[in-house]
């Protein structure tokens, strides 16, 4: 049973900075695909953030904004959120894939945090 948990969302104003936090049971974070997505009210889930390795991507929306990382000792990955905007605001969900292809769609993950709630005021 894998069961994924993020923390470190809540309410920061416009031009502030987060850091959120994702750990695992049952998957080594190095061997697999892990990400980060994010569900405003209203619309679709949409890729944040996704690690392989050592290789990165993101969304041009987060792009130099947003830094993710993982810390292999406690099996634990984090997106560090900076210069956040209010569309920002979003329910961020960290994900792990059975596989080392890290891929943009949601349906294509396996495994999901219960999300954590990001508001930015501005």
């Known amino acids: 049973q894998v069961q994924v948990a993020e923390s470190g969302g809540g309410l920061v104003q416009a031009g502030g900075s987060l850091r959120l936090s994702c750990s695992a049971s049952?998957?080594?974070?190095?061997?697999?695909?892990v990400g980060w997505f994010r569900q405003a009210p209203g619309k679709e889930r949409e890729f944040v953030s996704a690690?392989?390795?050592?290789?990165?991507y993101y969304a041009d929306s987060v792009k130099v904004r947003f830094t993710i990382s993982r810390d292999n000792a406690k099996n634990t990955l984090y997106l560090q959120m900076n210069s956040l905007k209010s569309e920002d605001t979003a329910v961020y969900y960290c994900a792990v894939r059975n596989n080392i292809v890290p891929v943009r769609s949601p349906g294509e993950w396996d495994y999901w945090g219960q999300g954590t709630q990001v508001t930015v005021s501005s």
């Open positions: 049952g998957r080594n974070f190095r061997r697999h695909a």
């Open positions: 690690m392989i390795r050592t290789h990165t």
